[in-house]
C-alpha cells in the first residue's frame, strides 16, 4: 500500500472523529461566548443555546476552509498511529487524554473558588416580590429556599436575592392597576417584578381597573402554581361528604360559634363568604342571617377584624372559616406558636379554592439579570424541588404531585382531599360581595382626636400641623360612610388646662353631616396635655354597647403619652366587656409599645395601629374600611 493510499485510509477512518470534534469545539467557543452574558432561564432556553451552538460552530469551521485541513492532519496522525503505535504510547495518550479532561473540570471550579474566596460571591440579580399579608411568612419561606437552590448551582453564590413584601388586596391590585404611582412606592414599597396574589380574581381585577388609569398591565408570564380550598377549621371532626349548607345547619345544631376573615383585608374571606352565600342560595334576608351570626361570634369572642391569622391567634372556642393552608400552619405553630387546641379541616363537597397565581411584571427599565432571576423564580416554581416546597409552605402544587406533610391528619388535614381546583368564577364573587355589601352590619363609631398641644407642631414647610394632618384624615376616612352608618367626634383635652374631654359632635346618623364634623374640627385650637385615658373611659361611654346589628367602635388618635394619671390596667377593666372595639392610632412621638395599650385594644377587639405622618391617611381608611362602608340600601 502507497503512502497515499495509507492518507486517504486515515483520512476516512479519522472523518467521524474530526467531524464530532468541530461541531463540539465550535459549539463549546460559542457556548462560552453567550454564557457570559448569562445562564439561560428556562430548560428551552438551554436546548436553543445548544443547538444553534452546534450548528453555528460547524458552520463556521466550515466557512474557514479548516475542515479539510484538519481532516488531512488526522489522517496522517491516524496512519501514523497504525504502523507505529505500541501499547505504551497508547497508554501515553489515552493518560493524557483523561487528564486534560480532568483538568477542564478541576480547573474551572478551582478557578471559581479561588475567586470567591479572594473577592467573594458576585452581586445576585434583585428580584421584589410583592405577595398578600396572609402569604408573607410562608412566601419568605418559599423564596428563601429558592436562593439556596440558586446557590447550590453554583457553587455557594446564589443568583438572586429576592425582597418578600406583604399587601392587602385592594392596595396591591391599585398598584399594578396603575402603573405603580408614588403613592404606591409610599405605602407598599418597590415596584414588583413578581406578583404572588391569593388569587387570579386579583389579578383580573387589577387588569380591569387598569382601564381607569389608561395603563398596560405588563404581565410577562401569568399561571397558576398552587391551590388551597376554602375549609372549615373545627375543634372536633364532623361527618364527611358535606355541603356548606349541611355544615352551616350542623355547627348550628350543636350551638358552635363560626368566625371568618373580614372580606375587607382578606382574599380568604371574600372566598368564605362567596362560597357560602352560593350553597346557601342566599337572598339579601339570608345573608343577613348569615352576617348577623358571624358578627354575634366575633363580638362574643372579642375575635379582631382581620385576617385567618389574625382570628386563629386569636384563640376562643368558636370554628373558623378559612382556607386549608392557614390551618395547617395553625397547627404547626407557625406564626403564634403552638395552638392551645389543634383543629381539624373539614372540606366541603362544593367549596372553591384559591388559585395562587405567578405573576411576573415585565415593567420597562428592568435589568436583564433581574427578568432572568423573576423567569427562573418562576421556572423553579413549577419544577419538582419548587414544588416541594410549596407542600412545605401548606399549599397544593399544580398538576400531578404527591403532598405530604404538613398536609397530613398530623395538622389536622387530608393529603388525599378531593375539591375543585378552578380558579373562581369571577361573576359569581362578584354577585356575592355585592349582597355582601347590602347584609353586613353598619358601624357606630365615635372618633377621638387628641388637641394637645404637641399637636400643634408642624409636618411640612406650608406650616400644616399634626392636628389638620389629622382632621383632614379623618375627613378623607369619612367618604367611606354609608347612609346606614353613625359616627360622632370627641377631643381630648376638653381645653387648654389639659383635663377631661369635650364632645365636637354627638354620635348621630352619618347622611349629611361630613361638613359638620370638618367645620368643628377646624374651629379647634389645641393646647394643653394628653389625658388618654381618659379619653378612652369617656368614649368606650358614649358609645355604648353595640345593639347587635351595628359595629360599635372608638377609635383614637393621638400623638403622645397619657397624662390623666390613670393606670392602663384599670382602663383595661372597665373598658373590657363593654362591647365597644376600641382602636388606637398612635403618630408622632406616640408608639404602640410604649403606649401600654396593647391589651387594652386587644381585649375589646379592637387594636392598636403605629402610623407615620406620611402614612395616617392609608391607615385611618384601612382601619375604617373595617367598621363602616356598605350598600344604603
Known amino acids: 500500500m502507497t503512502d497515499d493510499d495509507g492518507d486517504n485510509d486515515g483520512r476516512g477512518s479519522a472523518r467521524p472523529l474530526v467531524s464530532l470534534l468541530v461541531v463540539v469545539s465550535g459549539a463549546l467557543g460559542i457556548s462560552l461566548q453567550q454564557l457570559s452574558a448569562g445562564t439561560p432561564a428556562t430548560t428551552a432556553s438551554w436546548v436553543l443555546l445548544i443547538v444553534g451552538s452546534c450548528i453555528g460552530g460547524a458552520a463556521g469551521i466550515l466557512a474557514t476552509g479548516l475542515f479539510e485541513r484538519l481532516l488531512a492532519w488526522a489522517g496522517f496522525g491516524w496512519a501514523f498511529l497504525r504502523r507505529r503505535t505500541r501499547m505504551r504510547t497508547v497508554v501515553v495518550a489515552a493518560t493524557a487524554c483523561a487528564l486534560a479532561v480532568a483538568a477542564g473540570l478541576v480547573i474551572p471550579v478551582a478557578y471559581e473558588t479561588l475567586h470567591r474566596y479572594l473577592y467573594g460571591c458576585p452581586q445576585p440579580a ?4 410583592m405577595t398578600s399579608v396572609e402569604q408573607l411568612a410562608a412566601a419568605r419561606r418559599v423564596a428563601g429556599a429558592y436562593e439556596v437552590a440558586t446557590a447550590e448551582q453554583h457553587h455557594g453564590c446564589p443568583t438572586a436575592d429576592l425582597y418578600v413584601y406583604g399587601a392587602g388586596p385592594t392596595e396591591s391590585r391599585a398598584a399594578v392597576a396603575s402603573g405603580w404611582l408614588n403613592d404606591a412606592l409610599q405605602r407598599i414599597g418597590p415596584r414588583a417584578d413578581v406578583w404572588l396574589p391569593d388569587s387570579t380574581l386579583d389579578v383580573s381585577a387589577a387588569v380591569a381597573a387598569s382601564a381607569r388609569f389608561g395603563v398596560a398591565v405588563p404581565i410577562a ?37 363560626v368566625v371568618r376573615p373580614d372580606p375587607a383585608v382578606s382574599s380568604a374571606g371574600v372566598l368564605a363568604t362567596a362560597a357560602l352565600y352560593a350553597s346557601l342560595g342566599a337572598p339579601v334576608a339570608a345573608a343577613r342571617d348569615v352576617e348577623q351570626r358571624l358578627e354575634a361570634a366575633l363580638d362574643r369572642g372579642r375575635y379582631p377584624l382581620g385576617t385567618s391569622q389574625d382570628l386563629l391567634c386569636h384563640g376562643g372556642t368558636a370554628a373558623v372559616i378559612t382556607t386549608e393552608q392557614a390551618v395547617v400552619r395553625y397547627n404547626q405553630g407557625l406564626g403564634c406558636g403552638p395552638p392551645e387546641r389543634p383543629l381539624l379541616v373539614q372540606y366541603p363537597n362544593d367549596t372553591i379554592s384559591e388559585d395562587h397565581p405567578f405573576v411576573r411584571l415585565a415593567w420597562d427599565g428592568v435589568a436583564a439579570t433581574t427578568t432572568a432571576a423573576a423567569a427562573g423564580f418562576g421556572a423553579w416554581l413549577g419544577s419538582d424541588d419548587g414544588r416541594r416546597e410549596l407542600v412545605r409552605a401548606g399549599l397544593r402544587p399544580t398538576g400531578l404531585f404527591a403532598v405530604g406533610d ?51 407642631a408642624g409636618v411640612d414647610r406650608a406650616g400644616t400641623t399634626r392636628f389638620q394632618l389629622a382632621s383632614r384624615g379623618v375627613t378623607g376616612a369619612l367618604d367611606l360612610m354609608s347612609d346606614r352608618d353613625e359616627f360622632g367626634l370627641r377631643i381630648f383635652p376638653a381645653d387648654g388646662r389639659g383635663a377631661g374631654t369635650r364632645e365636637l359632635l354627638p354620635i348621630g346618623p352619618a347622611a349629611g353631616r361630613k361638613q359638620a364634623a ?48 390613670r393606670s392602663p390596667s384599670e382602663v383595661d377593666a372597665q373598658v373590657r366587656g363593654r362591647g365597644v372595639r376600641v382602636f388606637v392610632v398612635a403618630i408622632g412621638e406616640a408608639s404602640c409599645g410604649t403606649l401600654a395599650l396593647r391589651d387594652v385594644t386587644a381585649h375589646t377587639g379592637g387594636g392598636c395601629y403605629d402610623a407615620g405622618l406620611d402614612t395616617l391617611d392609608d391607615v385611618l381608611v384601612a382601619l375604617f374600611g373595617l367598621l363602616w362602608g356598605g350598600d344604603t340600601g
Open 406 to 456: 404538613p398536609l397530613t391528619e398530623q395538622f389536622g388535614a387530608h393529603a388525599g382531599a378531593v375539591f375543585d381546583r378552578r380558579a373562581p368564577q369571577p361573576k359569581a364573587v362578584e354577585d356575592a360581595l355585592r349582597l355582601y355589601e347590602r347584609a353586613h352590619r353598619p358601624g357606630r363609631v365615635l372618633l377621638a382626636l387628641d388637641a394637645s398641644g404637641s399637636m400643634q
Open 518 to 565: 370638618a367645620d368643628a374640627m377646624a374651629a379647634v385650637r389645641p393646647a394643653g396635655g394628653t389625658p388618654l385615658l381618659q379619653a378612652i373611659l369617656d368614649g368606650a361611654r358614649d358609645v355604648g354597647a353595640s345593639p347587635g346589628d351595628r359595629i360599635a367602635s372608638l377609635v383614637v388618635l393621638t400623638d403622645g403619652n397619657d397624662t390623666s394619671g
Open 126 to 129: 434583585a428580584v421584589r416580590v
Open 221 to 257: 408570564e401569568q399561571r397558576s402554581i398552587a391551590y388551597s380550598p376554602i375549609v372549615l377549621a373545627a375543634p372536633t371532626a364532623l361527618p364527611g361528604d358535606q355541603q356548606w349548607r349541611q355544615l352551616w345547619a350542623e355547627i348550628g345544631r350543636l350551638g358552635w360559634d
